[in-house]
């Protein structure tokens, strides 16, 4: 994560230097008691999550949404996660799921992300403790193939709530879908579809198979080196529809920051845990450059577009081809 990695001239990745990191450091919370919920707000922890849990105030979450290391040989950063088998990684999950229980408004939504191999652990703990509402599965497009297997190219995402009262605004996240058949009426007026500038496009309501994320990479903005990060368009959804403004986001098992970066970008207050102090400080990194940059790729004037098909990839592309266009006059004689 040093500024000293060499990378290719286009690669966007946030990095962070030493001098980053001792200066961010130094706002980082650690705390050694009983904490207040002022004192936790909109704050990136540095600490174990199994200790600081105990300290973190009675019923203050609106929205707890957990990335946790997934059943898999894993290194993060500093840190290490070991496979288990899966009643003892059951019983891990279960350990500290038990104690995000106390922290938990009653009307709060819970997500809790997992894949194919510890998916049946989460729902098993999951109903311990919560009411199950539904499993979202997305695909992400990026993984290694497999020669005795299928390829692994989806996740799982529990949605959760403490009770049967909970929050859910489904109008906030809409996906803009591209109209492969725009049917019209006898008018000549479509049906359920609207004409723009950008094509024709239908708002179609969220369902729990997402389509339409790109894991990051060394182009994207948002674009970390921590080896599991989820797309700021995914978190966002989940933010979107299961919190309103001003609400708290949890997250803890934080990373390099993705959900409180969204959380802020969002209009929410956020609180976060983090082990490894790199990733940390890259958060507090991150959120410092939300405040120039409040945008989510894929997420446009209120609504959710289809990958690389919104303004933002729609004008990205236009600039290509203009680009390109514009060379193809320079070198041609013909013309």
Known sequence: MSTEKSRAGRNRTIELSAAERASYSTRLLR?????????????????????TLDLLPDAFVDLLFVDPPYNMDKVFGEERFKEMN??????????????????????????????????????????KYFVVRNRITWEREKGRGALSNWKNSSEDIWFCTMSKDYHFDAEAVKLKRKVVAPYTDATGAPKDWERSEQGSFRLTHPSNLWTDLTVPFWSMPENTDHPTQKPEKLVAKAILASSRPGDVVFDPFLGSGTTAVVA????????????????????????????????????????????????????????????????????????
Request: charged share 25%; glycine share 4%.
């Open 31 to 51: 705390p050694t008691s009983q904490l207040n919920e002022a004192e936790v707000l909109d704050r990136v922890i540095h600490a174990d999550v199994f200790a």
């Open 264 to 335: 802020k970008k969002l209009g929410r207050r956020f609180v976060g845990i983090e082990i490894d102090e790199t990733y940390a400080c890259l958060a507090l990194k991150r959120l410092a450059m939300a405040d120039d940059d409040p945008s989510i790729q894929g997420y446009v004037d209120g609504v959710f577009w289809e990958r690389n098909s919104g303004p933002q990839q729609q004008a990205a592309a236009k600039t290509k081809r203009q680009s390109v266009d514009a060379m193809e006059l320079f070198t041609d004689p013909v013309r």
């Open 86 to 127: 899966d009643a003892q990684y059951a019983d891990w999950l279960d350990a500290w799921v038990s104690k995000c229980v106390r922290i938990l408004k009653p009307n709060a939504s819970v997500y809790i992300c997992g894949d194919w191999k510890s998916s049946s652990a989460i729902q098993r703990v999951a109903e």
